[in-house]
Structures are given as structure tokens and as C-alpha cells.
């Protein structure tokens, strides 16, 4: 029977943006208001396309869909892991998808793996191909607990080595643009056509043979509808989405087709906004389309194995017209941003993360010759470090499936570090690094970054002196920032400085130990801490503490201890000392002493002041000085309330600060009333006058974050409380003081959890239809609440 078939992929990645010596992200000032742009793309369009909103004719909230579970999605390692620690319920709505998708599609998962770490493969070496290829499916199939069908090429930047080593680790498929193909023939004939992107029939998988004899299918998706989905407005209306892939299907057709597009998944929700919501409408309409079936590569290659073979076009890709050059020359692609401005700086940026990759090769291979049984097997295996979290217990297993004796202390340090340094030398070549338009810009500085990383842990562990090398070949990479005008000037301005080196860490420990926060370092789990304050002082603004870190790196092996004193008398009067331990008490007396800050430069070999920290630590000090500056405010006010008041009641014109200080006390006030539910709306529009009278306006952010956080609190009370209205009665008060002020309301999660009382609303309904008084009270109580969130009632009559 023939079939019609549309499947959808969305290529969902992040490249790595952690700091290479700790581990975690740190604050991104282009990503503002979030702290950086994983936060930021998780909020515009991971989670909403776990709980993509349908809406009625009405504009209310029809259904909820978790849109990976009726797609095909690319399942990046780099995004995975940091949804795992940052984002567990989007990362577990993302497992739970596959699953469902293999329920719907006869056995056949919605994800697809991904190269580990998104460099472009053919113009890397065979022992890191085979890295990025291995580690991809090892990482897939820990987190989904299944094997992968397909794999996603980054960039779709495609070799016939590549694409070998793929299936040489059981990919079945994987995903081209028409334009790589070249040429194609029928099984079982003998002549080939010539073939381009516009001719190609992209409606079949063909089988693609590999010089060792294997073979793998490729799908070579639709470009005309992906990229009117990427830059056009398709995504504008759902259904017009879901009517332009049915056409595409061949009029009276005599054979099963497939309909299949690819774009990057950030296009729907933060290249797109809304893109997810358009997306789950064109699936629901698919879905219910009477001649057309969702599906995804997996299924259809069961269903359909191929009838026609494919010679494909080396090193080409989807993104660059040029082949490969966007990661290697100046070939004139670029984001469009910045017209004008000159790639050159690619080819040099290349260069020098070659010299580095070529050095630590054949060094890296020497050395776990002297340490390891099968390096080879040994490195495939160390993905399980990075997923275990470098733990204790991780790191034991690893070597004891790789040693078969007792490797010493110095051994098991060198060997963590020497598959540190081949971790960071993948790192360094994400395709990220050369995509953008110049080499000061944040993608770029990352890959230097981690080659910085990588030949800093070579001088120490293989005696292998590369920085000169390194930062002489940055020195022709000329940009186009004037404020960075080589790859030299952003190594010496970007990176050396944000080395953090032991105790450069332990710096920061004693810091974030001022405020009672956990080190990054620690978070990420990539170092051990130990920590002993015996000397801690708050008075105030005045913050004093003296005492030891010790450290030890889990991923690399490095070990220290410090002694460490660090003193706060604001966010501009920071001095932190620091020292290889050597318990002087005349250090520890005169710290304690009327002179702390002139006891610590006197005292301590390595000295750090508030214009060494980085934007990371800047951030997190401040923000837990907000409160602090509220609580100023507010003690103002206080202390001058009397006096604004009568010059008030007597008609003189207050002063701006004082009309700054009323506008703050009210927001505060209005903040108390959401935080207490809004018991009397009355009091709350009084207020509320009162404050928007004034100028400056009310402090709107705050108080939308107030009211969304109380009414989130309300509807999970309402969950957890399943037969008590009370929690669902607040929300609609909420909701209408806040409308009040017209304040942007952050409802995603509270619409999620109305919609998952809809179960609950049904059997509510029913004892209310047996007259229960108290089902009947909850009942109400839940459509006033759904109303509120703009979540349709469905279902649950009564009678």
C-alpha cells in the first residue's frame, strides 16, 4: 500500500559553553535578562516545545503537546548534559518523549544522535572522527537507554570517512541537504544521473556504499519548505505549515513518499517566536489529516528500505554554499550582521588550533601506551567519566575496566589529565568557533578557550611547549573588532586573563564562601572541595574570612591546598590573598587586626582585588546583595515617612528622591499583598493607585515576578491539594490585581499544571453530580482558576 508520510526534524544544539577549568557556564551579558544563552534558549523554546500551547478560536489554551514526541530531533550531548544539571524537567520531558515516539511510531524513538561536540568532521582527523562518533552514540544511548538509529552530521558537513565510522558503530541513517548529492542510480542498474539540488527526488532514502563495504542511508530533506520554515514565514500559521508539506507530496503519486524537512530546533520558539506553537498545530493537523501519517527517519527506513543508491558530494554541508569554507577561509559567508566586515581571521584560527591538535596527538598516544592496556578502547570509554560526573566511583570503574594492575597515585593523575587534554583538544574545534563573523566574538573565544586549557594541561603533564606557537599563528588572524584587532590581542585580553589555575579557584572559593554560596567549581562536579573557615566575620557590609581550600580537580588530577583570606567591604573593596599553606599566626592575627586589608598583600604571595574577578563571580556577589539594597530603601522611607507625609497632606511639591522612595515602598507593599495572595483586592487597587500616581511608575518586573511565582505556588497547592478550593480561589484575585497594572505575567507552568488537573476536574465533576457540596465548591473554584490562566475547561460535565 502506498504510503504518504511528513516527518519533521529539528536539530536541537548548543555548543559547550562552560568555563574549561570549572566546569559551568558563566554569565553572558549578550543573553541578558537571562544569565546565559542556554538559560536563554531554554526559556524561548526547549521547555515551550516540551508543552507547546494549542489554542481555540476562543484564544484559550485547548491542549499541552510535548512536540519532540512527534518529531524527529537531534539529541546534542553539549545541550543534554547541561539541561540534565540546570534544567532536569526539561531534559526529563525530553527522555520521556523518545519514549512515548517509540509507542506511536512502532518501536522507532523520535531522537537521533549527534557527533559529541559538533565539529565539522571532515576536516578533522580520523582518532577524533572516531571520538566525536563513538562518544555521540555511548552518550544517546545513557541517556535514552537505547541504541541510536540515526546520527546527525554537524552542519551536515559530510566525508565517506565520516559517514563509515558511522556505521561502523551500527547508524543505520543519517540527514543531507539535496545539494550533496551527486549522483544517483536505481538498485541494480548500471547507469548513473547526474543529479542537483533541484532535481533530486528527496521523497525516497537511498542507500549510500562505503569503501570498506559498509553501507548507510541518507535522507535528503526538502530545502525549498525548510527554509521557508528558517526565513520565511511559514511558521506564521500552523495550518498553512501542515498544507504546505501535504502539497509537496507528488500529485496521483505511484509509490510511498516521503515529505521531510530539517531546520535548526531553535527556529521553533526563539528564532521563531511562537515557532513552537505553530509547530504543534501543523502536527495536530497532520495528525488528523485523512491521507497523510506522521513519521519519523527510523520508521519509514523499516517500512521502506531503499530502492535507489546515492554518490554523495564531499566536504559540503548545509550552511555554506562553498563546501566546508565557512569553518577554514574567507569565503564570504557570514551571519549577515555585520556587512562589510572580513573573515580572514578563519584561516589563521584554523591554523593554530591544528598546530595544537597535531602536537598532542602522537604525544597523547605514547603516553597511554605507558598506562593503559587498549588506549584505543580506553579512550572510546572515557565518555563515561564526563556522564558520570568525574564522581570518585566513576573514576574507579574506568580504571579498572582499563588497568589490569594497580596503577600509582602519580599514574591515575596522569592518566585523568592526559584524557583531559584530549576532552579539551575535541572541545577546540566546535564548528561554533568559525561560524560567526569575528574572532572576539563569543563562539570563537570559546574554542581558544579550551585550546588554552588543552596546552597549558601539555606543558604540565607531556612537557609540551605550544603557547608560542599558538599565539604567534592568532597574530595573523586579523579582526574586525577595534577593540581586539588580532586573535593575539583576544588571547591576551580575553583569555590569559581568565585562567583559573588552582589558586586562582581557591580564590574564588574564599569569596563565594564570604556570602555562603557554592563554588562553580564544585557545582559542576569537576573538582573536590574541602574547606575550613575557622576565622568568619559579618558585620554588615563588612565581611571577613581566613582559612584553607583544598582542591582537588576530578576531570584533570590537579591537586592543592591553600591558604586563603578574603575580605568585602563592598562590591568594589574586594581584596582575597592567597598562599601555599604554611600556618603563619602572625597572619591570622593581624587579619583579625583594625588593618585587614593591609594585612593580606602584606601576608600573601597571590593577591586578587575586585577588578580581577570575572563577570560570573560579579554576578553572583551582586545578586546577593539585591535584598540588602531593598532593605536601604525601605529604611529610608521609615526614617522619613513622617515627612513625606506632611509635605504631602500640605500640598508641597515632594522631591524626586522622595517621590523614588514612595514608588519603591509601594512596590514593596503591592509585592506583600501578592506574596499573601491578594486577600483584599481593595486594598491592593487603593495602593496600586496611589503608587501609579507617582513618578517613576511601580517597580513592574518585581511585581510580575511576585504575582507569577504566587500564582505557580497557588495552582501547585491545588495539585498537592487535591480536594481543598482555597489554593485555586486565590489565583483568579491575583490574576485581576495584576491586570491592574497590566503586568506581563509569566504563566507557563501554571497553565502546565491547570491542564494536568483537567483528570482531576473530571471526577471532581462527577461527586459534584452525586451532590457533593465540597466537589461542587472545588469545581468552581477550578473554572474561575482556568479561566484566569487562559486554560479552556474541558470535559467533567455534570448530571
Not at 484559550?60 to 534544567?87: C, G, K, M, Q
Not at 575550613?532 to 591546598?561: M, T
Request: with cysteine.
Amino acid at each position: 500500500m502506498k504510503e504518504r508520510a511528513v516527518c519533521i526534524h529539528g536539530h536541537f544544539y548548543q555548543p559547550s559553553r562552560e568555563n574549561p577549568w570549572l566546569g559551568e557556564v558563566g554569565m553572558q551579558r549578550s543573553a541578558a535578562p537571562h544569565h546565559d544563552w542556554n538559560e536563554r534558549v531554554t526559556v524561548e523554546c526547549y521547555a515551550p516545545n516540551t508543552a507547546a500551547r494549542i489554542l481555540d478560536a476562543d484564544g484559550l489554551i485547548e491542549d499541552i503537546v510535548n512536540n519532540y514526541a512527534r518529531i524527529s530531533f537531534t539529541a546534542a550531548p553539549t545541550l543534554l548534559s547541561w539541561l540534565a544539571r540546570h534544567r532536569p524537567e526539561v531534559y526529563q520531558a525530553i527522555l520521556a518523549a523518545d519514549h512515548e515516539s517509540q509507542e506511536r511510531y512502532a518501536g522507532h524513538g523520535s531522537a537521533i544522535a549527534c557527533c559529541y561536540n559538533h565539529i565539522i568532521m571532515p576536516l578533522a582527523v580520523r582518532r577524533d572522527k572516531r571520538k566525536q562518533v563513538v562518544w555521540g552514540v555511548r552518550d544517546f544511548a545513557a541517556r535514552f537507554g537505547r541504541m541510536p538509529e540515526g546520527m546527525w552530521l554537524p552542519e551536515t558537513a559530510v566525508d565517506l570517512e565520516s559517514l563509515d565510522l558511522m556505521a561502523e558503530a551500527g547508524i543505520l541513517f543519517t540527514i543531507l541537504a539535496p545539494h550533496q548529492a551527486a549522483r544517483v542510480r536505481e538498485i541494480g542498474t548500471a547507469t548513473w544521473t547526474e543529479v542537483t539540488g533541484d532535481s533530486l527526488d528527496t521523497t525516497m532514502p537511498y542507500v549510500c556504499r562505503l569503501p570498506s563495504g559498509r553501507r548507510i542511508a541518507v535522507f535528503f530533506y526538502n530545502a525549498g519548505i525548510s527554509q521557508e520554515v528558517a526565513f520565511g514565514d511559514l511558521l506564521s500559521n500552523g495550518e498553512r505549515f501542515a498544507e504546505r508539506l501535504v502539497e509537496a507530496f507528488s500529485p496521483g503519486g505511484e509509490r510511498s513518499e516521503l515529505v521531510h524537512i530539517a531546520t535548526d530546533g531553535e527556529t521553533y520558539g526563539h528564532h521563531r517566536k511562537f515557532g513552537d506553537m505553530a509547530l504543534a498545530y501543523c502536527l495536530r493537523s497532520l495528525e488528523s489529516h485523512r491521507n497523510v501519517s506522521l513519521t519519523v527517519y527510523g520508521a519509514y527506513l523499516a517500512a521502506h528500505p531503499p530502492t535507489h543508491e546515492v554518490i554523495i558530494r564531499e566536504e559540503t554541508s548545509w550552511s555554506c554554499p562553498h563546501g566546508i569554507e565557512r569553518w577554514r577561509g574567507n569565503c564570504g559567508c557570514s551571519s549577515g550582521a555585520h556587512p562589510g566586515w572580513s573573515q580572514a581571521w578563519r584561516s589563521p584560527l584554523r591554523e593554530a588550533i591544528t598546530i595544537v591538535r597535531d602536537a598532542i596527538a602522537p604525544r597523547l598516544d605514547e603516553a597511554f601506551a605507558e598506562i593503559l592496556d587498549d588506549p584505543v578502547a580506553a579512550r572510546d570509554d572515557a565518555v563515561s567519566l564526563v556522564l558520570g560526573n568525574w564522581s570518585d566511583e566513576a573514576v574507579e570503574a574506568f580504571i579498572s575496566r582499563h588497568s589490569t594492575g594497580n596503577l600509582s597515585a602519580e599514574d591515575r593523575q596522569r592518566l585523568l589529565a592526559l584524557l583531559e587534554i584530549e576532552r579539551q583538544a575535541n572541545l577546540m574545534q566546535t564548528s561554533c568557533g568559525w561560524f560567526f563573523d569575528d574572532i572576539a566574538e563569543p563562539g570563537s573565544v570559546q574554542v581558544i578557550r579550551h585550546a588554552k586549557r588543552a596546552i597549558d594541561l601539555a606543558r604540565q603533564v607531556l612537557r609540551l611547549d605550544l603557547e608560542t606557537a599558538f599565539f604567534e599563528t592568532l597574530r595573523e588572524a586579523r579582526g574586525n573588532d577595534p577593540g581586539h584587532a588580532t586573535g593575539a590581542e583576544v588571547y591576551d585580553a580575553r583569555i590569559r586573563p581568565r585562567v583559573f589555575d588552582l589558586p586562582r579557584i581557591a580564590a574564588g572559593v574564599a569569596l563565594y564562601a564570604l556570602f555562603g554560596l557554592e563554588h562553580p567549581a564544585a557545582t559542576s562536579g569537576m573538582y573536590a572541595l574541602q574547606e575550613e573557615w575557622p576565622y568568619r566575620l559579618n558585620a554588615g557590609d563588612r565581611r571577613r574570612i581566613l582559612g584553607r581550600v583544598h582542591l582537588r580537580s576530578r576531570a584533570a588530577g590537579e591537586e592543592g591546598a591553600y591558604d586563603t583570606a578574603a575580605l568585602f567591604d563592598g562590591i568594589d573593596r574586594i581584596v582575597i590573598g592567597v598562599n601555599e599553606p604554611g600556618g603563619d599566626a602572625a597572619i591570622r592575627e593581624a587579619f583579625a587586626g583594625p588593618d585587614p586589608a593591609g594585612a593580606i598583600p602584606a601576608g600573601f604571595s597571590r593577591l586578587y582585588t575586585a577588578a580581577d574577578l570575572s563577570d560570573e563571580e560579579r554576578w553572583a556577589i551582586a545578586r546577593e546583595m539585591i535584598p540588602g539594597i531593598g532593605e536601604a530603601v525601605c529604611g529610608v522611607y521609615q526614617d522619613e515617612s513622617a515627612l513625606i507625609r506632611t509635605l504631602k497632606d500640605l500640598g508641597i511639591p515632594l522631591p524626586g528622591a522622595a517621590a523614588h522612595l514612595m514608588a519603591y515602598a509601594g512596590s514593596r507593599c503591592l509585592t506583600s499583598i501578592f506574596e499573601e495572595g491578594c486577600p483584599d483586592p481593595g486594598r491592593f487597587l487603593a495602593i496600586a493607585n496611589e503608587v501609579e500616581a507617582l513618578n517613576p511608575a511601580p517597580d513592574i518586573p518585581a511585581l510580575a515576578a511576585a504575582a507569577g511565582r504566587r500564582i505557580e505556588g497557588s495552582i501547585r497547592a491545588a495539585a498537592a491539594r487535591p480536594d481543598d478550593p482555597a489554593p485555586l480561589e486565590e489565583i483568579p484575585r491575583i490574576v485581576g490585581c495584576a491586570r491592574l497594572l497590566a503586568l506581563p505575567l509569566d504563566l507557563w507552568e501554571s497553565q502546565n499544571i491547570c491542564i494536568r488537573l483537567r483528570g482531576h476536574y473530571t471526577e471532581m465533576c462527577g461527586r459534584a453530580g452525586r451532590g457533593d457540596g465540597g466537589a461542587e465548591q472545588w469545581v468552581e473554584a477550578y473554572r474561575r482558576a482556568a479561566g484566569s490562566l487562559g486554560v479552556r475547561v474541558v470535559g467533567g460535565r455534570r448530571g
